[in-house]
């Protein structure tokens, strides 16, 4: 074979760009080019940071854990859980009694064990005082979480007064929330700080598919519940239309008449356009559909209405959220850099 055939051959296809090369750029490609190489240089800097704090993290605990530090003055145990699980945790007195004030009363309470005598918790899962353990001693996770492990998580950074903690929680059930458990936590976990905060943020963000996943549904017996959704002022939806059109088809039912009672002083029905207020004609009685209609139609507006107690006088556009919908995170943030590295060496190989 020829060497022009060769060339032909092994020729690069004109329609198919190709980078330019260090020689050719021009001074803001260089720039560019420059710019990312730098951001990755950095990038590896950080996570050779994380992985260091992240191995000395774990050889705290397995010190912490060791037979030998159970005859450190500072030394502490735990015994946490039920009768059919318990659990011996170790921990040193000095991270517990800069970690939070609870742990200092705890442990200047005259009623808590002394003599190498375990302090009893019942209350708690030990797989969950576990991960309390690692961040109090390292201010990491260690081990991977799921959503309900953060929830858990967060319920007992709040009662350990563990402000820090309960922030890493809240961030880290942000992230695997998704639409079809959401409301779920919304309804059954409102007294809870740390988990209202990180799903307020989510329904804020998402708020389009959350109303229109099917698990919606399940918030018809939660007036209350709905009451504080539709108090948020961030919402990531086109118009007020786009609730009222989710509350017809929750509420579409005669049974709920207490859920469409609470709901509508909270709609904000004076920015509805009369063909999207049809969709709750049903709820409205006579004279609020009478005031409503006065709102809209040229004729009734000459005339004066009386204004229903019930009806949201408010004319002011929620705000627009501006974040989109994010595919839910399947690795957790703790661990993200380690995941990267992996999955650069397999690229290498």
Not at 193 to 204: I, T, Y
């Amino acid at each position: 074979m020829s060497s022009h055939s060769k060339k032909r051959r092994f020729s690069r296809d004109p329609a198919s760009p190709a980078a330019p090369s260090p020689a050719k750029c021009t001074k803001a490609q260089k720039k560019i080019l420059g710019e990312l190489e730098e951001m990755d240089k950095q990038k590896t800097i950080e996570e050779r940071r994380f992985l260091d704090s992240l191995d000395g993290a774990q050889r705290k605990m397995r010190f912490i854990e060791d037979a030998a530090f159970a005859k450190h003055p500072e030394h502490c145990s735990f015994l946490v859980g039920n009768q059919k699980e318990k659990t011996i945790f170790h921990a040193s007195k000095l991270d517990l009694r800069s970690a939070s004030e609870y742990f200092q009363a705890l442990l200047r309470c005259e009623f808590t064990p002394q003599n190498g005598q375990p302090i009893r918790i019942s209350h708690i899962k030990p797989h969950i005082f576990k991960l309390v353990m690692e961040y109090v001693h390292t201010c990491h996770l260690l081990t991977p979480v799921d959503l309900n492990m953060v929830a858990l998580l967060s319920c007992a950074a709040d009662e350990f007064l563990l402000e820090k903690l309960g922030k890493v929680a809240e961030d880290l059930m942000y992230k695997q929330l998704t639409t079809k458990d959401v409301w779920h936590y919304f309804r059954l976990w409102h007294k809870h700080r740390f988990v209202m905060a990180a799903c307020k943020q989510f329904l804020e963000d998402n708020t389009t598919a959350c109303l229109e996943d099917d698990s919606f549904l399940s918030m018809n017996k939660s007036a209350d519940r709905l009451v504080e959704f539709l108090s948020l002022e961030k919402m990531n939806i086109q118009s007020e239309a786009q609730l009222v059109a989710a509350f017809a088809k929750l509420a579409s039912k005669k049974g709920d008449r207490k859920l469409r009672e609470k709901v509508l002083p909270h709609l904000r029905l004076l920015l509805v356009k009369p063909e999207d207020l049809v969709k709750i004609s049903d709820w409205l009685t006579e004279e609020q559909a009478l005031f409503m209609a006065s709102q809209h139609d040229p004729l009734l507006k000459t005339k004066s209405y009386p204004q229903p107690d019930s009806i949201n006088m408010s004319r002011e556009e929620r705000t627009r959220s501006g974040a989109a919908n994010a595919p839910p995170v399947l690795v957790p943030p703790h661990f993200a850099p380690i995941f990267r590295l992996r999955v650069c060496k397999k690229e290498q190989i």
